[in-house]
């Protein structure tokens, strides 16, 4: 059974550089035909993916958010980690890590992460 656990700081201020990291288990991130996301919903709103990390680190990211972020990962402690820069109350968000499964037909998600309050405030 995959897993998925995010980490870092509740509370950033404005600004800031907001960094999460993604904890997986029961599988490796290199594994065939899967990647990996982050997604975030800020309060009120529905969800908005922000970046995505390829089994072979290949990354791609929404455009939107593209100039203030970067996605990276560490296969030897088969995490990887978004970063945030010059963060905004509109940052505020729980934001979800997940994983990307690929089929012939296009992808979905399978196993997310339970997720974790970011709140943007000085």
């Known amino acids: 059974q995959v897993q998925l656990q995010e980490s870092g700081p509740g509370l950033v201020k404005p600004s800031q550089t907001l960094s999460l990291t993604c904890t997986v288990s029961?599988?490796?991130?290199?594994?065939?035909?899967?990647?990996w996301s982050w997604i975030r919903q800020p309060p009120g709103k529905g969800l908005e993916w922000i970046a995505f990390i390829a089994n072979t680190g290949g990354t791609d990211y929404s455009p939107s958010l593209k100039s203030r972020t970067s996605i990276s990962r560490d296969m030897s402690k088969n995490q990887f980690t978004l970063h945030l820069s010059s963060v905004t109350p509109e940052d505020t968000a729980v934001y979800y890590c997940a994983r990307r499964n690929f089929y012939s037909g296009g992808y979905y998600y399978d196993y997310w992460g339970q997720g974790t309050q970011v709140t943007v405030s000085s």
């Open positions: 029961g599988g490796a991130i290199t594994a065939n035909y899967v990647g």
